[in-house]
């Protein structure tokens, strides 16, 4: 297999924050891996969170290219390999477990999804308001509601959080996602999240540092909504550590590796009874098609982060209103514009 990768520069059409960090322009890296004719594609997007940059997945795309072998339709076996061998790098793992599956699909003129087993993906995405000012905040939710999004995501854990929700509710009467990115300390959350629940939250995500999981189980019981693990559940081990202190999690593929892995995470959350959804970062529609591809098996998506940008490299995911669809093209389904 014939590995090669450039860097993609991408720029959200607002400034993306929330209440740890922001973004005005990033760059994200494009693989594409070439075998028999055949080239698939997929996207890594690094987060620092995880302890990932723009070097260290070269870094790591260069350590992989021995465990790739020469045989691309053995995905399980390479990316079994690929976590083994590269540490923190799940978004590196993550694009290349995507251009896998999209070389597979392509070579077999077949979808991805339906390689899977799964249904044709057709799914709502919550759209995400990030932390701004109250006057760019009231414009970024009039643009949402405009645009068609009927579930809408916010960044809370500042001060202006009651500007926010009562402008948003005062126009807006569907579901309403709250993400405190840790914003808060054990303490005080339980005083914060009874303080939201006038807003009619859906659910809370990771209200606490990603340390103070153990914190997140009396959270519970305060009843105003199921609250979410986001930056406290990166693999499926975490799943398993988080049962029973979280109501749900939030899988994003560069915390855990992609397809195969986000579906480990799926079969022990459901086999533990807990809600699942499935999130990303701010990345380009290369990126957000492998989510897609399998999200008909999670309660909730958050799988924005292409449409957040001013202009998106990619084409081929469809969208109408806040419903997101990918066509039955082979492979991933998305192409260079
Ligand atoms: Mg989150």
């Known amino acids: 297999m014939k590995l090669s990768w450039q860097r993609l520069r991408i720029r959200p059409k607002h400034r993306f924050a929330t209440s740890q960090w922001h973004t005005d322009e990033k760059e994200t890296i494009v693989l594409q891996l070439e075998h028999a004719g055949v080239v698939g594609e997929g996207e890594i997007v690094p987060s620092s969170l995880y302890g990932q940059s723009l070097e260290s997945s070269e870094a790591a795309l260069a350590a992989a290219r021995p465990l790739l072998g020469d045989d691309p339709f053995a995905i399980e076996a390479i990316v079994q390999r690929l976590t083994a061998e590269l540490n923190d790098q799940r978004a590196t793992v993550d694009g290349l477990d995507a251009a896998l599956h999209d070389w597979v699909g392509k070579k077999l003129g077949v979808p991805a999804w339906r390689l899977l087993g799964l249904e044709q993906p057709r799914k709502q995405t919550t759209f995400t308001i990030g932390v701004a000012d109250p006057e760019l905040t009231r414009t970024k939710v009039d643009e949402a509601l ?65 340390a103070d999981w153990e914190y997140m189980q009396p959270l519970r019981g305060l009843g105003v909504a199921p609250i979410f693990a986001d ?107």
């Open 146 to 210: 405009a645009a068609g999004f009927d579930a809408l995501k916010i960044k809370v854990g500042t001060p202006t959080d009651d500007d926010t929700l009562g402008y948003i509710r005062s126009k807006f009467d569907g579901p309403l996602f709250l993400d405190a990115n840790m914003a808060w300390s054990p303490r005080e959350a339980g005083a914060r999240i009874s303080a939201l629940a006038r807003y009619r939250p859906t659910i809370i995500e990771q209200p606490l540092d990603r």
């Open 231 to 337: 930056e406290s559940c990166e693999r499926p081990a975490d799943v398993v550590r988080l049962h029973g202190y979280v109501d749900g999690i939030n899988i994003k593929f560069n915390k855990c590796g992609g397809i195969r892995e986000a579906l480990k995470m799926i079969a022990l959350a459901r086999g533990l009874g807990m809600k699942v959804m499935l999130g990303c970062f701010v990345c380009s529609s290369l990126a957000i098609a492998p989510a897609l591809t399998i999200a008909s098996l999670v309660d909730y998506a958050g799988l924005d982060g292409a449409l957040l940008l001013a202009e998106d490299p990619y084409e081929g995911i469809e969208r109408t209103g806040g419903l997101l669809s990918l066509s039955d093209a082979p492979g991933l389904g998305v192409r260079r514009r």
